[in-house]
């Protein structure tokens, strides 16, 4: 399936002329009438914990995350395990996969919660510091290990209780 501008994770906040992925049939979402913009093939029914997504490499061009990252499992059931390492992060499993759909210098807008927030399912603290670990430069720089992605950090918007993050893929 080809799409160019998603929004992940959207649940019934979805943004009109992008489309939806969650995991939530929309007659959950919506026992009653569902939203016009959420006809037609605005949404797919899809775990983004399942890999891969039902979307063709290089096609997005556009990807909204809103508080969505700070749920991000570390571990991910099901995922290849390393003999030295256990299970790779579902952090980076997650971004891995978001990279292989990604266009070149395709843009990512990420809401998410500042560590501060005291919500308890929240399962990782995300500062500012987070995101050099999606790019090569500064993992080759770290001696870090290197999953297949790349991400270049566009710009960080503190505004208190959650931050604006802007990636752009390297490719």
Same mark, same amino acid.
């Given at each position: 399936?080809?799409?160019?501008?998603l929004?992940?994770?959207?649940?019934?906040?979805?943004?009109?002329?992008?489309?939806?992925?969650?995991?939530?049939?929309?007659?959950?979402?919506?026992?009653?009438?569902?939203?016009?913009?959420?006809?037609?093939?605005?949404?797919?029914?899809?775990?983004?914990?399942?890999?891969?997504w039902?979307?063709?490499?290089n096609? %997005? =061009? #556009?990807?909204? /995350?809103? !508080?969505?990252?700070?749920? $991000?499992?570390?571990?991910?059931?099901?995922?290849? *395990?390393?003999?030295?390492?256990?299970?790779?992060d579902?952090?980076?499993?997650?971004?891995?996969?978001?990279?292989?759909?990604?266009?070149?210098?395709g843009?990512?807008?990420?809401?998410?919660?500042?560590?501060?927030?005291?919500?308890?399912?929240?399962?990782?603290?995300?500062?500012q510091?987070?995101w050099?670990?999606?790019?090569?430069?500064?993992?080759?720089?770290s001696? %870090? =290990? #290197?999953?297949? /992605?790349? !991400?270049?950090?566009?710009? $960080?918007?503190?505004?208190?209780?959650?931050?604006? *993050?802007?990636?752009?893929?390297?490719?």
């Open positions: 399936m080809t799409l160019d501008r929004d992940l994770g959207c649940g019934y906040r979805l943004n009109p002329g992008y489309t939806g992925i969650d995991f939530v049939p929309l007659k959950k979402l919506f026992p009653g009438v569902v939203p016009p913009h959420y006809e037609d093939d605005s949404y797919i029914e899809h775990d983004l914990w399942e890999f891969p039902p979307i063709e490499d096609s %997005v =061009e #556009d990807v909204i /995350l809103r !508080f969505f990252v700070d749920y $991000i499992p570390h571990r991910l059931p099901d995922h290849e *395990v390393d003999q030295w390492r256990g299970n790779l579902g952090f980076f499993l997650f971004f891995q996969e978001l990279y292989r759909v990604m266009k070149p210098y843009k990512v807008n990420i809401i998410h919660l500042n560590p501060e927030n005291g919500d308890p399912g929240v399962q990782r603290k995300i500062n510091y987070t050099q670990y999606l790019s090569k430069d500064w993992r080759d720089e001696v %870090v =290990e #290197d999953p297949d /992605l790349d !991400f270049h950090l566009e710009s $960080i918007t503190d505004n208190g209780d959650e931050a604006i *993050v802007v990636l752009s893929t390297v490719k």
